[in-house]
């Protein structure tokens, strides 16, 4: 076998250079470990620079009323009591601080009179929460945090796929990884590893998602040997455009309707009346999706199958202020103006909130070396992502992962692993080169795309889980046997196909544990099993790799502490 | 259904050349769309980068009919229908493969900018009027096309001297900073060149998120330039006030 | 998929896959900026008809020893270094002159000449282009010359009046403040060079200022032009008249 790798070493290995991966090596960094970040991507291109609306965090400066209780009980509510109480606890505590932070590290919000952090409404949020910078508070977190980064010393590994962690007896001790461009292998000896590697979407054919969201980390941590949780449960964006066809799923921010959006349906009705009288637009993400999917199921959708939504009753300048890359976004592909008139928007796959199992307080994995943070990992939203709680979740366990990451590398002996697995990850990530079949990744992608879409989506049954699963091993067969033309220089097609395998893994751990909640709970909806069951209230989904085939399992929801339970019950209004 | 022909640059850095495909073309299609389309069904192994499809990452910039553009944003139906479509990489930077070329130096220039550093004793209050001159500095996306159109690096070739239009517009950015304490008109002008910019506003046209690049960074920087190193009585009137 | 070889545009001059018609834009620069160089050049050495009752040409204004006690040539030359260094250091008058005269670059996307070696404004004679804020302090002495001319033209012998003349000349003084105020150098010293407006001595009223200038700043090409062309015909419309060509119209 070839042995042309070149190899590295760090501490700290964090996998994913969004906000969850640049926040873990600031936080790494700075207990005195050596850091090496790897993404797909060039570094500033990550999901994060795409998040629109703002960060969710109990700062009181537009409603003083606000408190991390109350941020805590929206979450959990918002998440169906399924949320890790810990993990919504730290978030809600630590959010604020996060924020300062980046702040004092150059972030520019939006400002209130009184020269604070400028904050706005969002669905689910009790109070207005979201600190924002118009509607491109993704891009201001993600430059702020990588410009830090770069300046504190970080090593960046751009354009980089991890397709294998090491192990060394149950310990995760190193990545094997391919450099996008010359497809040269490398190999990582790192005393910890996070996995920061974002959502899932690509699986899905209408989603706000981009290439790079294939699941990765969580197959990678499936592999080795890692809990994944919460798998079923994966939000649908109730507003993606769905007009002209090539922008179709691209993200409609929930600021639009933060600013006073109002959703209405072919025959002008403000649908969301029937659905959700108090809460109205602002009502959970789940809650409106569903909203526009029966609409237009019902045939009361609008043209292109999807209902208004509209802010031209705003002011068009302040419209354009607040909403800027909204304005030029339909302006420039589908030729609307919305300060004059309504747009076409469709629930699109958005985020998931399953994920890699942790621990709230350190963010580690159920095998040691390994941490997880972000999108990645599972826990803090439950059932259902309030708007806004992300990029907060971001930071907080970011850090957390960062910190705990780095004394867990103080602690740990050094890097040691087996090389037959290196030998056997090269072969497997060449395979596609050598393989027979003449069919390309592209088209098993679109027929992945197609079954999830089809089968897996808002609304599910038995039938339709069961047929995926059985489409799914169909898959599986042809991603084994598809090839790849051209040479290892760049090469979109290779790179895919290794892509599909971890779409793979995921889907059928979406399928399976969606198969299993005989339920509808948050983004979770059974049309066989339309109410909530208080017995799944009590149990989580667990998915884990046993002598090589996937397996589910139920655990627990650990108890909340009185303290909590009394917050939680408070104002049930 | 239509149909449009793209000439797409297909090579990688010892050469190559274009080639002609046929994509069908669907309403309010992008020419990435099209880029897409050659990927699934035609040419596996294109070499595109992208990641959001909507303006927001500045990764799928190529030069279309000549012009630096994003491709994510090109719509095909503005563009002249009778006659094929050129896509090529961006000329400032080495070529990798097809479409991808290697901007990795502009992340080397990145690193000589001194970071946001504010000033002693500040409180965190900051007003609105001061945050909104700035965030336009802020909105890059860090597409590279300023770079790749400004012919001090595309004909040029100044790398070295040049730190090139986007990254005036980060320090624009720091500079302007209602809390920034530090100083970089010395750095502008002995290391990155400012100099060199002859405010010739290509950077301005092809900018996506429509920064006024030239108008409001590049001349407002070199006015401070000139404040601290070429007005004598600026200069003087510092020194009295003992700054 | 035929494989079309097409290789890649060498960089030459005038080189580019554009396929609009980017060199109007040259064309156009050269041909009225050219213009008014030629035009201006004849008059100021022309050192004659440069006035005729109240109107006094913008070029040889403020008249200085017009009966050559001390200086034999014409009084225009003078002055003329006042506007003309003004407008040559102007932001955007580089702009257009480095692309129109010097193709560099001729357009933008649009291959240059051979390599040569680049110093742009960092090394003689551009480097000079860093005074521009002098000529700005001179030029607003000469707006202040030329708003008393065009006060002037309103006296006819000592009586009110109106000729077409006092039209020209007062709506030429008013594009050139137009101009002269929407300079870069003059937005930064009104409040441009302050980093933080809130926090700075007069910082309002200097945020109120820069506001201003921002606002008219946007426009200085377009105020650029207009006051090249009006200048140039105020100029050219008392040479007319005061040469006996035309006969200026009392309106009033
Ligand atoms: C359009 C859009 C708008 C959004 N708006 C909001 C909002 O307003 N508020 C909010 O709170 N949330 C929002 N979200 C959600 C939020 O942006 C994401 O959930 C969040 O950014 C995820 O961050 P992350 O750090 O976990 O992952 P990402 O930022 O996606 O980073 C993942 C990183 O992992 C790397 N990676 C992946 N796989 C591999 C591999 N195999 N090898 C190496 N590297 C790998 C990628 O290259 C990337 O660098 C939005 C999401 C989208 C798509
Ligand atoms: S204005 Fe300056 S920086 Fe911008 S393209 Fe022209 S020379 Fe380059
Ligand atoms: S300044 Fe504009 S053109 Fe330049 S990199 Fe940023 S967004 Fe792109
Ligand atoms: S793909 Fe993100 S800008 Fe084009
Ligand atoms: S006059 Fe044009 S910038 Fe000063």
Same mark, same amino acid.
């Given at each position: 076998m070839t042995t042309n790798y070149e190899t590295r070493e760090h501490d700290v290995l964090v996998i994913g250079a969004g906000g969850a991966g640049l926040r873990a090596s600031l936080e790494a960094l700075a207990q005195g470990a050596s850091v090496g970040v790897i993404c797909k991507? $060039? $570094?500033? *291109?990550?999901?994060t620079v795409m998040a629109e609306g703002g960060i969710a965090a109990a700062m009181a400066h537009v409603d003083s009323a606000d408190n991390w209780k109350t941020h805590f009980r929206d979450t959990m509510r918002g998440g169906k009591l399924l949320n890790n109480w810990r993990m919504a606890q730290l978030h809600a505590q630590e959010s604020p601080e996060r924020v300062r932070e980046l702040e004092q590290w150059g972030a520019l919000f939006d400002r209130t009179e009184k020269g604070d952090i400028l904050q706005r409404a969002f669905g689910g949020h009790t109070f207005k929460r979201l600190c924002h910078v118009g509607d491109r508070t993704g891009l201001e977190m993600i430059r702020t945090l990588q410009d830090r980064g770069v300046q504190q010393g970080i090593d960046v590994y751009m354009e980089c796929t991890v397709t294998r962690l090491l192990t060394d007896g149950g310990r995760v001790t190193g990545a094997f990884a391919y450099w996008r461009e010359a497809g040269r292998f490398i190999v990582f000896k790192a005393k910890a590893i996070v996995i920061a590697t974002g959502g899932i979407? *690509?699986?899905?054919?209408? #989603?706000?998602?981009?290439? /790079?969201? #294939?699941g990765d980390g969580m197959a990678l941590a499936y592999e080795a040997g890692a809990e994944l949780m919460d798998m079923e449960f994966v939000q649908f964006h109730p507003t993606g455009m769905v007009w002209p066809p090539g922008v179709q799923g691209i993200l409609v921010t929930e600021a639009v309707r933060g600013e006073g959006g109002i959703l209405r349906n072919k025959a002008g009705e403000r649908f969301m009346e029937k659905y959700d009288p108090k809460r109205m637009e602002l009502s959970t993400r789940d809650v409106v999706a569903r909203s526009i999917y029966t609409e237009v199921k019902e045939g009361r959708g609008t043209e292109h199958g999807g209902a208004y939504l509209d802010i031209?009753? *705003?002011?068009a300048e302040y419209v354009k202020k607040k909403l800027p890359s909204m304005y030029h976004q339909f302006k420039e592909l589908a030729d609307v103006d919305i300060t004059k008139g309504p747009m076409e928007v469709g629930p699109t796959c958005h985020y998931m909130m399953g994920g890699i199992r942790v621990e709230a /307080? #350190?963010?580690?994995? #159920?095998?040691?070396g390994l941490f997880a943070a972000g999108e990645a990992a599972a826990g803090l939203h439950g059932s259902n992502r309030l708007g806004g709680n992300s990029l907060s979740d971001l930071l907080v366990f970011g850090r957390r992962a960062g910190l705990a990451a780095a004394e867990y590398a103080k602690r740990a002996s050094a890097s040691s692993f087996d090389n037959s697995q290196i030998d056997q990850a090269e072969k497997e990530l060449l395979a596609p080169f050598s393989n027979s079949g003449t069919e390309s990744p592209y088209a098993v992608q679109r027929d992945l795309q197609e079954v999830m879409q089809n089968l897996v989506g808002i609304y599910r049954t038995k039938e339709d889980l069961e047929k995926a699963l059985v489409e799914l091993g169909k898959l599986k067969v042809r991603t084994a046997k598809a090839s790849v033309e051209g040479s290892r220089l760049f090469n979109p097609g290779w790179h895919l196909s290794y892509d599909l395998k971890a779409m793979l893994i995921v889907s059928e751990a979406v399928t399976l544990s969606a198969l299993a909640r005989t339920e509808s709970r948050g983004a979770h909806s059974r049309i066989d099993y339309p109410n909530v069951d208080p017995v799944w209230e009590k149990k989580h989904n667990i998915i884990v790799r046993e002598s090589g085939a996937m397996k589910r399992r139920e655990s627990p929801l650990e108890a909340m502490p009185e303290d909590l339970q009394q917050i939680l019950a408070e104002d049930r209004s | 259904m239509k149909e449009a022909t793209l000439l797409v640059f297909r090579g990688d850095s010892n050469g190559g050349q274009t080639i002609a495909y046929r994509v069908p073309v669907a309403p309010g299609m992008v020419v990435l769309d099209a880029l897409h389309h050659i990927q699934g069904h035609l040419a596996p192994d294109l070499a595109v980068r992208w990641n959001c499809k909507a303006g927001k990452c500045g990764s799928c910039s190529a030069e279309v009919n000549g012009r630096p553009r994003l491709t994510c944003k090109t719509r095909m139906d503005d563009l002249p229908q009778d006659q094929p479509i050129t896509v090529l990489p961006m000329k400032s930077f080495p070529r990798i493969k097809d479409l991808v070329t290697d901007v990795s130096w502009n992340y080397r220039v990145n690193r000589k900018i001194p970071p946001f550093e504010p000033r002693k004793g500040v409180e965190w209050k900051i007003s609105q009027l001061d945050v909104d001159r700035v965030q336009e500095f802020r909105k890059c996306i860090e597409c590279f096309l300023c770079q790749d159109v400004c012919h001090v690096l595309r004909e040029h070739d100044k790398q070295e001297q040049f730190a090139g239009p986007r990254f005036f517009v980060r320090i624009a950015g720091l500079e302007m900073h209602p809390l920034d304490g530090r100083h970089r008109a010395a750095l502008l002008k002995d290391q990155l060149g400012l100099g060199l910019c002859n405010i010739t506003k290509c950077c301005t046209e092809v900018c996506p998120e429509e920064i006024r690049i030239t108008d409001n960074a590049i001349i407002p920087l070199k006015e401070r330039v000139v404040d601290e190193f070429y007005d004598p009585l600026t200069m003087l009137f510092r020194k009295v006030r003992g700054q | 998929m035929a494989g079309v070889p097409t290789s890649l545009p060498e960089s030459r001059l005038g080189s580019t896959l554009r396929g609009d018609a980017w060199w109007m834009e040259i064309l156009a620069v050269v041909i009225v900026l050219g213009g008014f160089g030629a035009y201006a050049t004849l008059r100021a050495f022309?050192?004659?008809?440069?006035?005729w009752g109240p109107y006094l040409s913008p070029f040889y204004s403020p008249l200085i020893d017009p009966q050559h006690h001390w200086w034999p040539f014409s009084p225009a030359l003078l002055i003329l270094v006042g506007p003309l260094g003004f407008r040559a250091t102007c932001y955007y008058y580089r702009k257009a002159y480095y692309r129109a005269f010097f193709f560099d670059p001729p357009a933008c996307a649009v291959g240059e000449s051979a390599r040569r070696n680049y110093r742009g404004e960092t090394a003689f004679p551009f480097i000079l282009q860093n005074v521009h804020r002098y000529f700005f302090y001179l030029a607003v002495l000469f707006i202040a010359f030329l708003w008393r001319d065009a006060f002037r033209s309103f006296f006819f012998e000592g009586r009110f009046g109106v000729g077409v003349g006092t039209l020209v000349l007062t709506l030429n003084v008013s594009l050139l403040s137009l101009y002269t105020f929407s300079c870069h150098s003059l937005r930064h010293l009104a409040g441009g060079k302050l980093d933080c407006f809130s926090c700075a001595t007069f910082g309002r009223p200097r945020f109120a200022a820069w506001r201003v200038s921002t606002f008219l700043n946007e426009r200085h090409m377009l105020f650029a032009w207009c006051s090249l062309v009006s200048v140039g015909f105020a100029d050219f419309y008392v040479r007319m008249v005061a040469c006996g060509t035309f006969r200026d119209l009392r309106l009033l």
């Open positions: 991507s $060039l $570094l500033g *291109k990550a999901h979407g *690509k699986a899905w054919r209408i #989603t706000s998602n981009s290439w /790079e969201y #294939t031209s009753h *705003k002011a /307080e #350190t963010a580690q994995s #159920t095998i040691s | - | 022309e050192n004659a008809y440069y006035f």
